[in-house]
């Protein structure tokens, strides 16, 4: 039973680019939470996603967006990079619409320079 | 808001036991989570707590007072690989009743031979 996947693992961007992180959930799990980890730091939750729709969002720019497929995969974007983006990208799965326990993937790690 | 606090470091010797602090102040309480992480690896679940008194699985317990806003891990017969970060987290409610995890920033733990 494959556990939380995230692409890519590693990613180097400039200031002003884009960029897409895509997660897999735990099979079984149906909700998706995006964290940003600063070295040092516990995560900050960015969003989540049930039922392909944002449900909740933390104190985030618009420049951050997400998707969730019928699949419960989910995609976190984010726009004109700056700086301070670098960071970890966790994604968390759980089951029963977000109100089991959250396991984590391995992470994308974003430098932007 | 919401405010998480826990030690930001500790250092102990391998062998023996170990009781790291989290105290929370929260709008709602909705449980309460301890995730381990090694450097540049994701979280890792070890316990929830969501009434109050200890939970025991292996040589790792939590304990939690909803009362106090307070919550341990306490780690038994400390091994050297037992060196990572440990995060608390809280799942509150938020005003419109949604709830969320809010991290605290992590207590490291360094193990001495």
């Known amino acids: 039973d494959a556990g939380v996947t995230q692409s890519p693992t590693h990613l180097i961007k400039t200031r002003g680019q884009q960029v897409t992180l895509r997660c897999s959930p735990k099979s079984g799990h149906d909700t998706v939470s995006w964290y940003q980890q600063a070295l040092g730091q516990g995560p900050q939750f960015i969003f989540q996603y049930y039922e392909e729709e944002e449900r909740q969002r933390g104190n985030f720019p618009d420049r951050f967006s997400g998707h969730q497929f019928p699949n419960y995969s989910s995609e976190l974007n984010v726009n004109a990079l700056l700086l301070g983006d670098s960071a970890l990208y966790l994604c968390?799965?759980?089951?029963?619409?977000?109100?089991?326990?959250?396991?984590f993937g391995p992470g994308t790690r974003l430098t932007v320079l | 808001g919401q405010n998480i606090d826990q030690p930001t470091e500790m250092t102990a010797t391998e062998g023996a036991i170990v009781q790291i602090n989290c105290t929370y102040q929260?709008?709602?309480?909705?449980?309460l989570f301890w995730y381990q992480q090694h450097a540049g690896e994701a979280p890792t679940f070890l316990s929830y707590n969501v009434l109050d008194g200890l939970e025991e699985k292996g040589r790792f317990s939590s304990f939690l007072s909803r009362s106090k806003g307070y919550s341990y891990l306490l780690l038994k017969e400390l091994q050297m690989k037992d060196s990572a970060s440990y995060l608390c987290?809280?799942?509150?409610?938020?005003?419109?009743?949604?709830?969320?995890?809010?991290f605290g920033k992590g207590t490291r733990l360094h193990i001495l031979p």
């Open positions: 929260t709008s709602g309480f909705n449980g």
């Open positions: 968390a799965s759980s089951a029963l619409a977000g109100l089991d326990t959250q396991y």
């Open positions: 987290a809280v799942r509150g409610l938020m005003m419109n009743r949604d709830d969320k995890i809010i």
